[in-house]
């Protein structure tokens, strides 16, 4: 079924029976995956479907009501976020989250709290900045004056800075322009060479299936689909439903 | 690396001897007034910069400093109290009773950061106006449960406390404060307090622990408003819990805001023009015969609103304004 136990390797992510509300609203209701190490696994649905409450869960900014998860053979759904952080899980938030008013070089510091300021800080700023040429121009400039890909970009590049294997990306092509969410996207593929395994929300189906190795639909709270990405982009009903063709 | 350091301590060491020189050779011959506004003003800032701590960098608005204020001056006023009572000197001018005060200080403001402690951890689960109400109430219960233990002269508050503040003490306590404090911001910890008031879950998805954030730097500003309340106990010679009410707290937020929440320069500034308002304000009270502070205050503050809703420096210190002129003028 899905490719972890398909490849028979042990899943680095596992989501047993998840079911979140808030207050009386059940935004999801019983959602097990799993995904491997070295994977890109792409969540997909519309807006309410508790894609975004998923990834909240799991990186323990929301409390399960039902259900656990498990990280690297370890229960993490009872652990605070800060901690969870310290396991090499990371999430890049929605909206981005970075803070405005603190300069491009203080929002990668505070990327590497986790990991202290240790020598090799110096070695990871500089392979952010290798990745985002233009950060590096920036970097005493206050991260509220970068452009929104700028932002996204700074984002990512904080989270890489907390050495994480596992990335919670949180629609990272939000409101930016096509040729930003092309670049986007393809450093997405970059960092998962580089070995992190990737968790990924997406409006974008398109666009996210043709970076991910599988696909999650959720619908209303539950996982109605999944399978491997391409086999997605080619089912009809995925098209008609999610993909906007008629 | 090393004198890098050094180098930075330079303006420190600096502003000590300063501070030695003129209580030595200018406080003499000052008018008593004047050198009363002076000590009061040094009390302000001690006050002012800690509670910027809390409100500008961490971004927990918290309007109770003179309950932590009390505690300190309480608890340090008790001790010298049981030691004079136990035979000490503590006449003014002798070494030993600055060395007493001193130790008395730091007890007083251990205290207060304990109890700073206590009440951080569960209050600063709140946010917003909801902090703000329960350190507005905490505020009040140190003032009512004062008013009621015996011990601690109840209404009448204590008196005979020895007067052992001296100029020298007051702005060392001022620039061991400013030191400490700046230092803390500039530090790893200090960015994770700046993370927390920007944007509280994008600094705990970077693996900051808020909660402990938090209530550290409510801790360590509780400790310094100790200290000062110290000061304040062994200037004056007598508390009574009603110096210690809402209008002291509203007061020191004040100069925080009038200053720049997030700008320490600015609360230095603050607390010394406010100071100095505030006695001008009393001579003009004698003729007016109405207390006019508190309005004068608020219009303050009100127009302060409405012309520079940052704070008179916003989050930047006076070295950057001194900065940028050069650089502008070259370019």
């Known amino acids: 079924m899905n490719s972890a136990a398909a490849t028979g390797t042990t899943p680095m992510l596992e989501v047993k029976d998840l079911a979140v509300n808030y207050g009386a609203i059940n935004a999801v209701r019983g959602v097990s995956f799993a995904v491997a190490p070295g994977e890109i696994v792409c969540l997909l649905g519309a807006n309410g479907a508790g894609k975004t409450t998923i990834l909240r869960t799991i990186s323990g900014l929301l409390r399960t009501t039902k259900g656990e998860v498990w990280f690297k053979g370890e229960k993490i759904s009872t652990m605070p976020a800060h901690t969870i952080v310290q396991k090499r899980l990371c999430q890049v938030p929605e909206g981005r989250g970075i803070f405005l008013n603190l300069s491009v070089e203080e929002n990668l510091d505070l990327g590497a709290w986790v990991v202290g300021k240790a020598k090799d800080y110096q070695e990871d700023l500089n392979k952010a900045f290798e990745l985002f040429p233009r950060l590096k121009d920036r970097r005493k400039q206050n991260a509220g004056t970068l452009s929104g890909g700028e932002q996204q970009m700074l984002a990512i590049a904080r989270a890489l800075m907390s050495h994480p294997e596992f990335l919670l990306l949180d629609e990272p092509s939000m409101g930016l322009a096509p040729r930003v969410i092309e670049t986007i996207f393809q450093v997405v593929q970059d960092i998962n060479k580089r070995g992190v395994t990737i968790l990924l929300v997406e409006q974008n189906a398109m666009q996210a299936l043709q970076v991910a190795h599988r696909g999650l639909v959720l619908e209303t709270g539950t996982l109605k689909l999944q399978g491997r990405a391409r086999e997605l982009l080619e089912s009809d009903e995925i098209r008609k439903a999610y993909l906007g063709e008629i | ?331």
């Open chain 2, 1 to 331: 690396m090393g004198s890098a350091t050094l180098k930075g301590l330079v303006p420190w060491l600096v502003a000590l001897l300063t501070m030695a020189a003129t209580h030595f050779l200018i406080v003499p011959i000052l008018p008593s007034t004047l050198s009363e506004i002076l000590v009061f003003a040094g009390i302000n800032i001690v006050l002012a910069v800690s509670l910027n701590l809390v409100n500008g960098f961490t971004g927990q608005f918290s309007i109770g400093h003179a309950g932590f204020m009390a505690v300190g001056a309480y608890a340090a006023a008790w001790a010298t109290l049981a030691l004079r009572n136990a035979g000490i000197d503590l006449s003014d001018g002798t070494f030993i009773a600055q060395v007493i005060l001193v130790g008395a200080l730091v007890f007083g403001g251990l205290l207060s950061g304990v109890v700073g402690f206590l009440v951080g951890l569960p209050s600063l689960r709140l946010k917003g106006d909801y902090l703000a109400i329960v350190t507005l109430g905490f505020g009040e219960i140190i003032r009512v449960s004062l008013l009621n233990l015996d011990f601690l002269g109840g209404a009448r508050g204590l008196s005979g406390i020895p007067r052992i503040t001296s100029f020298l003490l007051v702005y060392l306590c001022v620039v061991v404060t400013v030191f400490v404090i700046w230092r803390l911001i500039r530090s790893n910890h200090g960015r994770a307090l700046l993370a927390v008031r920007e944007d509280e879950v994008a600094a705990e998805s970077m693996g900051v622990n808020t909660t402990q954030a938090k209530v550290r730097a409510f801790a360590i500003g509780a400790f310094f408003a100790g200290i000062a309340g110290g000061l304040y106990g062994h200037y004056l010679t007598i508390l009574s819990p009603a110096a210690f009410d809402f209008n002291r707290s509203f007061e020191i937020v004040i100069m925080v805001v009038l200053g720049g929440m997030g700008s320490l320069s600015g609360s230095v500034v603050a607390a010394v023009l406010l100071t100095l308002l505030r006695e001008y304000l009393r001579d003009l009270a004698e003729y007016t015969q109405v207390d006019l502070r508190m309005i004068i205050y608020s219009l303050i503050l009100i127009g302060l609103m409405l012309l520079r809703p940052n704070g008179l420096l916003g989050t930047r210190e006076l070295k950057d304004f001194w900065r940028r002129r050069p650089t502008g003028k070259s370019a």
